[in-house]
């Protein structure tokens, strides 16, 4: 049973657009939703992260949204760059101080940013 | 500053063989994990440890057994290889910082059982 479930599969985003992923979980449990990037040949990298206790957060280009009562949250990236083209993965975990090792992932979204 | 290192980062198992990944942290965490990678499917976690003598089942511990003698190394041993276990394998150390979680990932086993 996929506990988070990531939409859509694949992406393709001209240069310059807004790519979105998008996340939704079951376990009302969850309180820490981080999301990773996943170069090729490489292992995941902790991109941007946000708790149950706010609805947005933003890094630079990169945006969690987060909608607790609907239990959804997605990223944004703005201003899409082909130095993004990536697979991003969104994650939750339970009982925050304590859950370093326990994520549960999203199956995946292939993005590809084109010149 | 080395991170988490994983050996072998290429390995080819024949059935009913057995194996040790290696995974080894040198930021002094007390979390580490072992996930496994399949298509489609995301990271999926093996097992995990929340400091040294102390080890947990993940979701998908079954044909996996982990010890951790150490702060530092955490491996994952296949007891009998069977072709299921066929994946992409990362260890991650972790530690809590304010209102984040931040793991660190190895660079990967990728593992062919024939």
């Known amino acids: 049973q996929q506990q988070v479930k990531q939409s859509p599969q694949s992406l393709i985003v001209q240069k310059g657009g807004i790519s979105i992923i998008n996340c939704a979980y079951e376990n009302t449990a969850f309180d820490y939703f981080p999301w990773y990037q996943q170069f090729p040949g490489k292992g995941p990298a902790l991109l941007i992260a946000?708790?149950?206790?706010?609805s947005e957060k933003k890094e630079g280009r990169f945006t969690i949204s987060f909608n607790k009562s609907a239990k959804q949250f997605s990223l944004h990236i703005m201003d899409s760059q082909p130095g993004d083209s990536a697979t991003y993965f969104c994650a939750a975990s339970e009982g925050f101080e304590a859950s370093g090792s326990r994520l549960t992932f999203g199956e995946g979204t292939q993005l590809t940013v084109n010149p | 500053n080395a991170g988490v290192t994983q050996t072998p980062k290429f390995q080819v198992l024949k059935t009913g063989q057995s194996m040790t990944l290696q995974c080894a942290q040198d930021?002094?965490?007390?979390?580490m994990s072992w996930y496994r990678q399949d298509p489609g499917m995301g990271l999926r976690l093996i097992h995990y440890?929340?400091?040294?003598?102390?080890?947990d089942q993940g979701e998908v511990p079954n044909g996996y057994n982990v010890s951790r003698s150490t702060t530092e190394d955490f491996p994952l041993r296949l007891l009998s290889a069977a072709p299921s276990q066929t994946s992409v394998y990362f260890c991650?150390?972790?530690?809590?910082?304010?209102?984040?979680?931040?793991?660190?990932f190895g660079a990967g086993t990728r593992l062919s059982v024939l």
């Open positions: 946000i708790r149950p206790d706010v």
């Open positions: 930021m002094n965490h007390e979390y």
């Open positions: 440890s929340v400091g040294a003598g102390i080890t």
């Open positions: 991650a150390s972790s530690y809590t910082s304010g209102v984040q979680n931040i793991q660190y």
